[in-house]
């Protein structure tokens, strides 16, 4: 059973930087995972940020980017906004199967 | 604007069956291939199962695979998902979810919640 990991939590100040990362048990990710990322705030559905590793969708802040990291996929946060406070969630695809990760919740402080 | 909206969920009884559904709309829904994924209470998301626009392609997670069963109604603009012999660990929010392309998937519902438990 794929099992893809995530940072189960993280806390970053107003203002900083924080990078999440995505690792799987089948070895490094890479962009043939198409890693996809995800927000979700209590309450609500989840919302598609980052596709295809590091492709914004048009309504996905410019803070917002993702990338490959030391055999990782990785969602990067620059000058956090106290809204950003929330979890968040890779996707990988494994051809016709897809596995989520077990989301990072990020503390604004 | 894209609506997904899910509906069927509710209070079952382990091995019972429900069947979700998802309304589409503001979008041509033959075009897309769509998903179920659930999140149990407090936990995180969970894929359960996708199927191609067509519906020539179909694919499950080991946790579902010979118990639930998705479809779609491309002239109905809807999606499906039969469960069968239900069990406690099904008990989630089953979100359906579009894909803007094979690998990448944009839009989600609010989701439906399945309880079950005797």
């Known amino acids: 059973q794929t099992v893809v990991t995530q940072e189960p939590s993280l806390t970053v100040s107003p203002g900083g930087t924080v990078t999440l990362t995505c690792a799987s048990s089948?070895?490094?990710?890479?962009?043939?995972?198409?890693p996809n990322w995800f927000q979700q705030k209590p309450g609500q559905a989840p919302r598609a940020l980052i596709y295809?590793?590091?492709n914004k969708h048009s309504w996905t802040p410019a803070r917002f980017s993702g990338s490959l990291l030391g055999g990782k996929a990785a969602l990067t946060l620059s000058g956090v906004q106290p809204e950003d406070e929330a979890e968040y969630y890779c996707?990988?695809?494994?051809?016709?199967?897809?596995?989520f990760g077990g989301g990072t919740k990020l503390t604004v402080l | 604007e894209v609506q997904l909206v899910e509906s069927g969920g509710g209070l079952v009884k382990p091995g019972g069956s429900l069947r979700l559904s998802c309304a589409a709309s503001?979008?041509?829904?033959?075009?897309?291939?769509m998903n179920w994924v659930r999140q149990a209470p407090g936990k995180g998301l969970e894929w359960v199962s996708s199927?191609?626009?067509?519906?020539?392609?179909?694919y499950y997670a080991d946790s579902v695979k010979g118990r639930f069963t998705i479809s779609r109604d491309n002239a109905k603009n809807s999606l499906y998902l039969q469960m069968n012999s239900l069990r406690a660990e099904d008990t989630a929010v089953y979100y359906c979810?579009?894909?803007?392309?094979?690998?990448?998937?944009?839009?989600w519902g609010q989701g439906t919640l399945v309880t079950v438990s005797s």
């Open positions: 979810a579009r894909d803007d392309l094979p690998t990448v998937t944009t839009s």
């Open positions: 503001g979008f041509t829904f033959s075009s897309y291939s």
């Open positions: 199927i191609s626009s067509s519906s020539s392609y179909i």
């Open positions: 089948t070895g490094a990710v890479t962009s043939g995972y198409y």
């Open positions: 295809s590793t590091s």
């Open positions: 996707l990988l695809y494994y051809g016709g199967a897809r596995v």
